[in-house]
């Protein structure tokens, strides 16, 4: 897939619509899927390639080869450096070794990180960033070393975010009881959204849950019809020939549908599932940056407090603490300025985020019906054709 | 014991009265079949059946609230051993004006009258058997009986004796354990279904509606006298092959048999035990197994039969090849499992669709009313129109099931058949073994005779002893040649019955089962064209968004 500019705006696309002589363009793609290594080790790589034409980048055309956990480390990297961005999702890793390989499995996979890289390519605070270069450009070695470089600093697991979310909803649960002052933003947009999420999150897990059992009963409806392929007829045999060769036919059209369901409606539906947690991954970075400028809100009031008491008192000690007062100001400063970013962000990202989930959403309805209408006509057809034989029989 | 003659095919298969009257058909008393829709009766209409050639019209898939209230009901009672009756074929036709209607309702819990003196004893349950008729065998128009089960197997068991080479319909099981662990007004609702359906399929045959069995069946009020036979042997083999099991022993033929004709019945009772032996020695000498019996003897009236016996071989094992399901019955056991199979992906599919649709329609609710921006807002709507989509494409799918599991019950109807079939086809082969056995008889009696007279004329004069003895087995075989003779007939007969249903079905499947394909086949096809429409509507509705 290539996409050039997207509704972003930024350096890169002053004005996107209007055709200068040379619009700047970065497209990227993920292709040619290969097993590599054997065993226990073995693993797919892919062929990332990148075409533009900005300075940042060395020259027009540039070949890399990434694996998953290449991704996986950018996808970290941005997730710390543009707190309130809605990074890009991930396809999950997959624990069944059996599946691993699978063609299918490959394909889907390939498809969705080739989104992924083209969506933090199209958008305009992530396309500017370093990281994305490295990816798109370092040789496999130096890709390697950063790779191990990211043990513990910047590796977050789900789990751990989440653990973060409990933090500060148990803390919310203090305030109830009385013991502390609020750490969550009491802002009702911000409640709203938090709850928006959250429920999307379980409608859309219903929702591709049942999207992935008609794919898969598409495929058992294929191997029923078929069966009958195998029986012979006797004396209504030129009927049954026909009946058996007929329901091979389905089989296929129902075996194809079941793919196409799976590409164009499951995993759309997937990928809005991981758009959604990656969403309530930014909300608990939201959520820590808050407390900690509330923890620092709170620590420079003590400190007045304490640098008042020694100013009454005169005492030598009122110099360091006025130093030490200034230091938290300039910390509490940064970390208000930290987190209004954030919300700056997260406001626009929203926004971006609904935008094109509709078009995505609309889009993979659209396929889901036209692929069923398809289905049934094709249905439709193939019994209709064993008429006229049958009338045949009957005389 | 009534022995009657079994009887030939044209004896009991009368030409149709040429009556002009049009029968109507009404049970006020069943209750069984509420979905029996009168109106769609054919022998309701004054236009004769619909030609079965006009298929795109003939079969229309229904509404939901039809296919509920059963206007696709194939199992009208008019039908003729349950086949569709939009066939238009002759034997149909002449049988609209007789008609037996027979009906079961009112199961009552009975005590049972015991002779002992311990009073409160068990109890079974019996049932009000209704018939309505014109038939000129009935003394009347309608009936009203009390059976019980046993009484049902015991006309069963007359049935099959008297009917030997016919394609009777199987009587329900016993089903002794299900008695035991159902509840018991289910038990009793599953039977009396069960028990109608065996009935009103007698009353479809066209050979045994006639008989005086279930005339007397029907019929008689009071206790039923149709006694149930005591043989030991089809007592022990209920329902299974009634190929005659025997014990080894005995070798002499000294029998006194008033009855010659009883000689042509499979052995059964006390008397005959020495019969019972000697088939069962001669049917495992013909091993059965390989369903091709062997010939022993090579006396010379045995060869003058040997010709025609090949033949009777070569038919039979031909004919029980063929019910054994080399062809036959696998045909329809995999068209069976293929329809099964089918149903339940078409069940599978249609459930999963019904419940994405609510999860999306719940999504559609919650987006509406939560929707941070607009054009969330905008997305809801077409979101909803999918999840309406696939709630109809869900309700469209278990119509299309209710009607698919329709064709299997014709389907596991067929199979029931084929088991009357090879019932069939038992009796004729015991009736061949019958006659092997006879043969086999004359032929160790002549084989003794010759060596006695041998013996005897070399002794001068003779030996009074031996020229007795010769005398005795002269007798035997007078005797044993007229079994022969009339087990003979016997099998003939039997044979003929065979060949002549055998015929009737031929003749019966090919149109109903080609009444079913096309029915199955324009129902899968119209309820496909009815969802392509469904998903075609949402899919224009949708491809704005294929233009982005």
């Known amino acids: ?395 | 014991m009534m022995t009657l003659e079994n009887q030939s095919y044209e004896e009991a298969h009368p030409l149709p009265k040429s009556n002009g009257s049009k029968s109507i058909l009404h049970d006020p008393l069943s209750s069984s079949s509420p979905f029996v829709d009168i109106s769609t009766d054919p022998l309701h209409s004054s236009t004769p059946n619909p030609s079965p050639n006009s298929t795109n019209t003939i079969l229309e898939p229904p509404s939901y609230a039809e296919a509920v209230f059963g206007s696709f009901d194939l199992d009208s009672p008019s039908s003729i051993n349950g086949h569709d009756h939009s066939s238009s074929s002759e034997a149909s036709q002449s049988f609209s004006s007789d008609y037996l209607k027979i009906s079961v309702s009112g199961p009552l819990k009975e005590q049972e009258v015991s002779n002992s003196l311990v009073p409160g004893g068990s109890y079974f349950y019996s049932y009000l058997i209704t018939t309505f008729t014109n038939l000129s065998e009935y003394n009347g128009n309608e009936f009203n009986v009390r059976r019980r089960f046993k009484d049902v197997v015991a006309l069963s068991d007359r049935l099959g004796q008297s009917y030997r080479g016919f394609f009777i319909p199987l009587r329900p099981d016993k089903s002794v354990v299900e008695s035991q662990v159902m509840q018991q007004n289910e038990f009793v609702e599953q039977r009396r279904a069960a028990l109608e359906k065996y009935l009103t399929r007698l009353a479809d045959h066209p050979v045994i509606r006639r008989s005086e069995e279930l005339r007397m069946f029907l019929e008689a009020s009071g206790k039923m006298t149709l006694m149930r036979t005591t043989d030991v042997a089809s007592r022990m083999l209920d329902g299974a092959v009634r190929l005659p099991k025997q014990l080894l022993g005995a070798e002499s033929v000294g029998v006194a048999v008033s009855d010659v004709s009883e000689l042509t019945q499979p052995a059964k009772g006390g008397r005959d035990l020495l019969r019972i032996f000697k088939e069962l020695k001669q049917s495992v000498t013909n091993d059965w197994g390989a369903a091709k019996p062997l010939l022993l003897e090579e006396d010379k009236e045995f060869l003058e039969r040997k010709d025609k016996l090949q033949d009777f071989e070569q038919q039979l094992s031909s004919v029980s090849l063929q019910s054994q399901g080399h062809g036959f019955d696998s045909w329809w056991e995999n068209h069976l499992y293929w329809a099964e199979s089918l149903v339940k992906a078409q069940q599978d599919i249609g459930e999963t669709l019904g419940q994405l649709g609510l999860a999306f329609v719940k999504l559609t609710k919650f987006e509406t009313e939560e929707a941070i921006c607009d054009s969330q807002r905008a997305c809801a709507a077409d979101m909803k129109n999918v999840a309406t989509a696939a709630v109809k494409a869900s309700r469209l799918y278990r119509e299309l099931n209710a009607q698919t599991v329709k064709h299997l019950d014709k389907v596991h109807e067929y199979l029931g058949v084929m088991l009357a079939v090879n019932n069939a086809f038992t009796d004729r082969s015991s009736a061949l073994l019958t006659v092997q056995t006879l043969l086999s008889d004359l032929a160790s009696l002549n084989l003794r005779i010759e060596k006695l007279e041998a013996a005897s004329s070399k002794i001068f004069g003779g030996d009074r002893s031996r020229i007795r003895k010769i005398e005795e087995l002269r007798d035997s075989v007078r005797v044993t040649e007229d079994a022969k003779n009339c087990a003979v007939r016997e099998y003939e007969r039997i044979k003929d019955n065979n060949r002549n249903e055998l015929e009737r079905l031929d003749k019966e499947r090919h149109d109903d089962f080609v009444n079913m394909l096309k029915g199955f086949i324009v129902n899968q096809a119209g309820y496909a064209e009815k969802m392509a429409n469904v998903w075609e509507t949402v899919a224009e509705e949708t491809s704005v968004y294929a233009k982005i």
């Not at chain 1, 100001?329 to 700056?344: H, L, M, N, P, S």
Request: proline share 4%; charged share 30%.
């Open chain 1, 1 to 395: 897939m290539n996409v050039q500019q997207r509704s972003g705006s930024g350096p890169m696309a002053q004005s996107p619509r209007s055709p200068s002589s040379q619009p700047p363009y970065l497209t990227v793609s993920v292709s040619d899927p290969a097993k590599m290594g054997n065993g226990v080790q073995a693993y797919i790589s892919y062929k990332v390639i990148t075409k533009t034409n900005l300075p940042e980048y060395e020259g027009p055309e540039k070949i890399v080869i990434r694996r998953y956990n290449d991704f996986v480390w950018l996808r970290d990297r941005l997730f710390e450096k543009y707190k309130g961005v809605f990074i890009p999702p991930l396809p999950e890793k997959s624990t069944v070794e059996k599946f691993r390989f699978s063609a299918e499995f490959i394909e889907m996979r390939r498809q969705a990180l080739d989104v992924f890289v083209n969506r933090i390519a199209s958008h305009h605070e992530l396309q500017q960033s370093y990281d994305l270069r490295m990816f798109l450009q370092a040789d496999e070695q130096s890709m390697e070393r950063a790779r191990s470089q990211e043990t513990g600093i910047f590796k977050k697991k789900p789990g751990d975010l989440m653990q973060i979310f409990k933090d500060v909803q148990s803390r919310v649960s203090d305030v109830v009881l009385g013991k502390e002052k609020p750490v969550e933003e009491s802002n009702p947009e911000y409640e709203k959204l938090k709850n928006y999420i959250f429920q999307l999150e379980d409608h859309l897990a219903e929702a591709q849950k049942h999207a992935y059992r008609l794919v898969k009963r598409h495929r058992d409806f294929g191997k029923a019809v078929n069966l009958l392929g195998n029986s012979e007829g006797n004396d209504l045999g030129k009927a049954f020939a026909d009946l058996g060769a007929k329901s091979e036919v389905l089989s296929v059209k129902l075996q194809r549908e079941a793919h196409h369901l799976l590409m164009n409606f499951e995993e759309p539906l997937k990928d809005y599932v991981r758009a959604v947690q990656s969403i309530k991954a930014t909300l608990s970075e939201r959520a820590n940056a808050f407390r900690h400028h509330c923890e620092l809100a709170e620590t420079i009031k003590f400190k007045e407090i304490d640098m008042n008491k020694l100013r009454l008192t005169q005492s030598e000690k009122l110099a360091e603490a006025e130093r030490e007062y200034e230091e938290l100001k300039a910390d509490g400063a940064e970390a208000t300025r930290r987190f209004e970013t954030i919300v700056k962000l997260m406001n626009e990202e929203i926004v971006r985020f609904q935008e094109q989930k509709t078009i995505d959403m609309g889009l993979a309805f659209h396929e889901f019906a036209k692929g069923q209408a398809n289905l049934a006509k094709g249905i439709a057809d193939a019994w209709r054709s064993l008429l006229p034989k049958l009338e045949a029989c009957s005389t």
